[in-house]
T-cell receptor, first 113, second 112 residues
């Protein structure tokens, strides 16, 4: 059962544009929402994460927007660059010692030069 | 620090063969995880170990076994490989005081 739905599956953006990736979750017990970035042939690496007590978190060109009532969160990449071309995964987990993640299916982003 | 390391990087098996994927971390993390990544499926948790001496099933444990050898090492064993186990396998670890999982570079496994 897929508990975190991610869209779109792929995304092409011009250099300097805004990339937006959306995720929706079902389990209201989730309380930690990370985004991971994965380059070809590499393991995923944490990009940015948010907890439900805030509606937005910004780190450089990357912003997470969180809508608790809609059970949705999204990643915005401002001024997208060719070096941002990668696969992005959202995830969700419940507060516990092990923090088991449920991942979305991934979005392959290509930024055109 | 090397972080999370995985061996081998690539492996080809025939159906029915067995093998063990190795994972080690040098960050003194308590929790370790094994995921598989398949196209269009994201990453799915196979097994995890909350701390040394404990292991638990994740979302897709069938066909796999794990061993938490010590605090540093967490291995994944395929007793009788099947083509459905063709995938990229990632190991991850996390410290007790953090929310973040750190991933290794992955093992690409093909079962013929």
């Amino acid at each position: 059962q897929q508990q975190v739905k991610q869209s779109p599956q792929s995304l092409i953006v011009q250099k300097g544009g805004i990339s937006i990736i959306n995720c929706a979750y079902e389990n209201t017990a989730f309380d930690y929402f990370p985004w991971y970035q994965q380059f070809p042939g590499k393991g995923p690496a944490l990009l940015i994460a948010i907890r439900p007590d805030v509606s937005e978190k910004k780190e450089g060109r990357f912003t997470i927007s969180f809508n608790k009532s809609a059970k949705q969160f999204s990643l915005h990449i401002m001024d997208s660059q060719p070096g941002d071309s990668a696969t992005y995964f959202c995830a969700a987990s419940k507060g516990s010692g092990t923090y088991k993640y449920i991942f979305g299916t991934g979005t392959r982003l290509k930024v055109l030069a | 620090n090397a972080g999370v390391t995985q061996t081998p990087k690539f492996q080809v098996l025939k159906t029915g063969q067995s093998m063990t994927l190795q994972c080690a971390q040098d960050m003194n993390h308590n929790s370790m995880y094994w995921y598989r990544q398949d196209p269009g499926m994201g990453l799915r948790l196979i097994y995890y170990s909350a701390s040394e001496g404990t292991t638990d099933k994740g979302e897709v444990p069938n066909g796999y076994n794990v061993s938490r050898l010590n605090k540093r090492e967490f291995s994944l064993r395929l007793e009788s490989a099947a083509p459905s186990q063709t995938s990229v396998y990632f190991c991850a670890s996390k410290s007790a005081g953090s929310d973040t999982q750190y991933f290794g570079p992955g093992t690409r496994l093909t079962v013929l």
